[in-house]
Each structure stands twice: as structure tokens, then as C-alpha cells.
């Protein structure tokens, strides 16, 4: 069973400009939801993706967004890049049995820096 | 809004001692969840507590769940230096989707 995988691990980018994350859920999953981490702080909740639309939003600009595909994967991407962006983005993975939803998992991260 | 306070904050203990971290949350909730997260690196999953006076056990930690004070609590049993890391306590409801409310973390270390 494959776990939840993202890429790239590491992103060094400068303030004004566009990056893109990318993440593959765990085998069997097909809901992906995406937390941004600042140092020294606990994961807050970016929003979901369940069946390619977003299911739900935390307190992010519109300049976050992002996309499901097919195959359950997911993109976060962020606008005009602010220097406090600078963070671990988490992506994890889980399933929706019926209206109920599982325990989720999460991948590696990726850590954004911005200059 | 639902909001997640642990404490304490920082936990710096001596190998072989026992402590509890606190996890209160201020909204009812279906799930509770504790993650350890190693400096760099993502979370890992401890334990799940889906119900009022849940207890689960691995090693020498233990997670409880008290949903009528809405609090749980991580227990450390004789505390060993692999047990340092940062512990975060989230909640989440089965029907508010798979979005968690994370507390701020207790940053654990263990002295020899």
C-alpha cells in the first residue's frame, strides 16, 4: 500500500511570485485535505478536495487554492507569494465511507520558503 | 469557532519520570486524535479516541478521552530520550468533514 506522497520536498521562492505543490493520496483514498504549518506552531487547515471540488475552507485568501484530479491527487496552489507563506505545507489523505469520514494521513510536506 | 488549547506548551523531563499532557477543546466533538511530529518531518498518527472515556495505550504512552469536560489527556510513562518530539492534539467530527482543529503542540524533551 502506498502512502501519501508530495512533491517538491523543498521550494525556495521569492515574494510576488507563483508555486504550485503537489500531492498523491494513499491507495483507496479520495479526499484531500491540505494544512499550512508555520514554524513552531500547529497545522491549520488550508480546505478539502472530495470528488475534484472543494468541501470545505479554512481562513486562507482566494489567492490559495487548489485542484483534485481523477485520480484523487491534489495541487495547493499559492498567488502572489507573501513572505509569512513561508511555511511546511501537509497534505493528507483519507476516505469518505457513505457520509462518514476516516482517519486521515499525511504525507512528508513540503517546506516553502519566501524571500 | 472551535478552539484547541494544550499545555503544557514546553515539557522538559528526566528520563524515567512520568507526566500528562493536557488537551482541552471547546466545542463538542466526534474524534479526537494525538500526532508526534520529529523536528523537520510530518505527523504520525498515535492514537484515535472516538468516544467519551476512550482509553488507548502503546508503549509507554496513554490517551483518554472525556468528552463531557471536553479534554484528553497524554500520559507518559517512564519517560525514555526517543520520546522527545513535539505532541499535537487535533480534533476533528466525522461529519464536518476530514478538517482537524490543531492544538499549538507541547514541544517534549527528555533528559537523560
Known amino acids: 500500500e502506498t502512502g501519501v506522497t508530495q512533491s517538491p520536498t523543498h521550494l525556495i521562492k521569492t515574494r510576488g511570485q507563483q508555486v504550485t505543490l503537489r500531492c498523491s493520496s494513499q491507495s483507496g483514498h479520495n479526499t484531500v485535505s491540505w494544512y499550512q504549518q508555520a514554524l513552531g506552531q500547529g497545522p491549520q487547515f488550508i480546505f478539502q478536495?472530495?470528488?475534484?471540488?472543494?468541501?470545505g475552507r479554512g481562513n486562507f485568501p482566494p489567492r490559495f487554492s487548489g485542484l483534485q484530479f481523477p485520480n484523487y491527487s491534489s495541487e495547493l496552489n499559492v498567488n502572489a507569494l507573501e513572505l509569512d507563506d513561508s511555511a511546511l505545507y501537509l497534505c493528507?489523505?483519507?476516505?469518505?465511507?457513505?457520509?462518514?469520514?476516516?482517519?486521515?494521513?499525511f504525507g512528508p510536506g513540503t517546506r516553502l520558503t519566501v524571500l | 469557532e472551535l478552539k484547541v488549547e494544550q499545555n503544557p506548551l514546553f515539557l522538559s523531563m528526566q528520563e524515567g519520570k512520568n507526566y500528562t499532557i493536557y488537551c482541552n477543546y471547546s466545542?463538542?466533538?466526534?474524534?479526537l486524535y494525538w500526532y508526534r511530529q520529529d523536528p523537520g518531518k510530518s505527523l504520525e498518527s498515535l492514537f484515535v479516541l472516538l468516544s467519551n472515556g476512550a482509553v488507548k495505550q502503546e508503549g509507554r504512552l496513554m490517551a483518554s478521552l472525556d468528552t463531557k469536560a471536553r479534554l484528553s489527556t497524554l500520559h507518559i510513562t517512564a519517560a525514555v530520550h526517543d520520546l522527545s518530539a513535539t505532541y499535537f492534539c487535533?480534533?476533528?467530527?466525522?461529519?464536518?468533514?476530514?478538517?482537524?482543529?490543531f492544538g499549538e503542540g507541547t514541544q517534549l524533551t527528555v533528559n537523560p
Open positions: 493528507a489523505s483519507s476516505s469518505v465511507t457513505g457520509s462518514s469520514y476516516n482517519e486521515q494521513f
Open positions: 487535533a480534533v476533528g467530527g466525522e461529519t464536518s468533514g476530514s478538517r482537524l482543529t
Open positions: 478536495y472530495y470528488r475534484e471540488e472543494e468541501n
Open positions: 466545542t463538542t466533538s466526534d474524534r
